[in-house]
T-cell receptor
Framework: DTEVTQTPKHLVMGMTNKKSLKCEQHMGHRAMYWYKQKAKKPPELMFVYSYEKLSINESVPSRFSPECPNSSLLNLHLHALQPEDSALYLC?????????????FGNGTRLTVT | RKEVEQDPGPFNVPEGATVAFNCTYSNSASQSFFWYRQDCRKEPKLLMSVYSSGNEDGRFTAQLNRASQYISLLIRDSKLSDSATYLCVGGGSQGNLIFGKGTKLSVKP
């Protein structure tokens, strides 16, 4: 069982829709992440939050907007997405940012943009 | 040179075989490394952490060679259920963790 919970598991949205992905962890981790993964590729880092502040934005288009309401929650707001944004979106957490703390992943949200 | 590189495979091995994957890294400041296992259409799951020279857990052994800057994962007595993609993760130059491209393993009966 994963200790990082993501909802929804699957999402289909049109290019004009606005939707949000949600992630929750109760391990007391202070770093939370959003990754995007396409088929047969490794996870690609999008955003990092450290102590509830955005610390890394990997030049992600503004149609993806992250939010960290508190230390346990992480959201990803989606607006005006393109079909090429269809992918598996993974949330992860770690005790701290940096090299020494492994990432713990949620089950992911499989997003299809039509 | 990419920061973390892996042989993508695929590795096709019979049940019971021993198989080894290598992963090279370029950031000599990286202190810790991790191996993740990812099944098709599932999230990556942490398999092993490597903080010093190596780590062993049952049939799995991870070794770190700092002089040559590579990490290896050895799987002994392969099971059908070991079939998956194995991702090597190390520290990048920007202070975050970097994934290798993954090595696909298929264990055949």
């Amino acid at each position: 069982d994963t200790e990082v919970t993501q909802t929804p598991k699957h999402l289909v949205m049109g290019m004009t829709n606005k939707k949000s992905l949600k992630c929750e962890q109760h391990m007391g981790h202070r770093a939370m992440y959003w990754y995007k993964q396409k088929a047969k590729k490794p996870p690609e880092l999008m955003f990092v939050y450290s102590y509830e502040k955005l610390s890394i934005n990997e030049s992600v288009p503004s149609r993806f907007s992250p939010e960290c309401p508190n230390s346990s929650l992480l959201n990803l707001h989606l607006h005006a997405l393109q079909p090429e944004d269809s992918a598996l979106y993974l949330c992860a957490s770690s005790r701290l940012t940096g090299y020494n703390s492994p990432l713990h992943f949620g089950n992911g949200t499989r997003l299809t943009v039509t | 040179r990419k920061e973390v590189e892996q042989d993508p495979g695929p590795f096709n091995v019979p049940e019971g075989a021993t198989v080894a994957f290598n992963c090279t890294y370029s950031n000599s400041a990286s202190q810790s490394f991790f191996w993740y296992r990812q099944d098709c259409r599932k999230e990556p799951k942490l398999l092993m952490s490597v903080y010093s020279s190596g780590n062993e857990d049952g049939r799995f052994t991870a070794q770190l060679n700092r002089a040559s800057q590579y990490i290896s994962l050895l799987i002994r007595d392969s099971k059908l259920s070991d079939s998956a993609t194995y991702l090597c993760v190390g520290g990048g130059s920007q202070g975050n963790l970097i994934f290798g491209k993954g090595t696909k393993l298929s264990v055949k009966p």
